[in-house]
C-alpha cells in the first residue's frame, strides 16, 4: 500500500468510528506518529493533507527539523518521555508536550518555553515498569503545580496502556483515564495508537497516535 493509501484507511476507520459513537470527524486529532521515519516521509505526508506529526525523541526530532521549516501549517507533540535536562530543546522544538509527569519537569519547560506551551500530563495507569507517567493519586498535586506556572497551558492527559493486539485489553485503561479527566476538568485525551484507536475514540479520546497504520512498519536500524 502506498502512503496515500494507508491515510484513506485510517480516516475511514476514524470516520465508522466517530459516526458509530455519534462523534464528529473535527473533535479528533490524528497524530501520526514520525518517530524513526525520515523528515521526507513526513513531508509526503505532508503533502497528503498531514498536519499533526508525533516524535518520541527530542535529539531525533530536532535532527529532521531544519527539513521541515516549509511547512507552515505542522503541528508538533512531543510524545515520548521527557527528562528534564531535554526541556530546553524540548520547549524550542514542540507545539505540544504530552508527557508531562513530574513537577520538576513542568517547572523547566516554564522556564524555557518563550511562550505559551500547550502540555498534556501522561499518567500512568500501566503496572509495568517500563511505562512512564504521574500516578493518578498525585495527578491534584502535579495539576496545581502546572497550572502554576504561567507559559504553560494544560489542556489534557494521555496514557500508555500496556500494549496488547486485543483493543478489549486496552479499553479499561482509556474508560480510566476518561474518568480523571472528567473528576478534573480536562478536555483533551490522548490515547488510542494504530490497533486500537477505535476504542479510544468510543471511550473519549480527542487525541490519538497513529504510526504504523500510516507510515507502514518502523525502518531496522
Known amino acids: 500500500m502506498t502512503l496515500r493509501d494507508r491515510i484513506i484507511q485510517v480516516e475511514a476507520r476514524i470516520e465508522a468510528a466517530v459516526r458509530s459513537n455519534g462523534r464528529r470527524r473535527e473533535e479528533i486529532t490524528l497524530i501520526a506518529v514520525s518517530k524513526k521515519f525520515p523528515a521526507s516521509a513526513m513531508r509526503e505526508a505532508y503533502g497528503l493533507g498531514l498536519r499533526t506529526f508525533g516524535e518520541n525523541y527530542v535529539q531525533e526530532f530536532a535532527d529532521k527539523q531544519p527539513e521541515l521549516v516549509d511547512m507552515p501549517e505542522a503541528a508538533y507533540h512531543l510524545i515520548g518521555h521527557l527528562q528534564s535536562n531535554k526541556a530546553r530543546v524540548a520547549a524550542e522544538l514542540f507545539g505540544v508536550v504530552q508527557t508531562v509527569d513530574s513537577v520538576k519537569l513542568a517547572r523547566r519547560l516554564n522556564e524555557n518555553a518563550t511562550g505559551p506551551l500547550e502540555v498534556m500530563i501522561e499518567v500512568k495507569l500501566s503496572p509495568e515498569d517500563s511505562k512512564s507517567g504521574s500516578a493518578a493519586e498525585d495527578l491534584p498535586g502535579l495539576m496545581e503545580a502546572v497550572q502554576a506556572c504561567p507559559r504553560l497551558r494544560l489542556t489534557g492527559l494521555m496514557t500508555m496502556p500496556p500494549w496488547s493486539a486485543d483493543p478489549a485489553e486496552t479499553r479499561p485503561y482509556f474508560r480510566e483515564?476518561?474518568?480523571?479527566?472528567?473528576?478534573?476538568?480536562?478536555?483533551?485525551?490522548?490515547?488510542?495508537?494504530?490497533?486500537?484507536?477505535?476504542?479510544?475514540?468510543?471511550?473519549?479520546?480527542?487525541?490519538?497516535?497513529?504510526?504504523?497504520?500510516?507510515?507502514g512498519a518502523r525502518p531496522k536500524p
Open 177 to 215: 483515564l476518561a474518568a480523571l479527566a472528567r473528576r478534573h476538568g480536562l478536555p483533551k485525551l490522548s490515547m488510542g495508537m494504530s490497533h486500537d484507536f477505535e476504542a479510544a475514540i468510543e471511550e473519549g479520546a480527542t487525541h490519538i497516535r497513529v504510526g504504523t497504520a500510516i507510515f
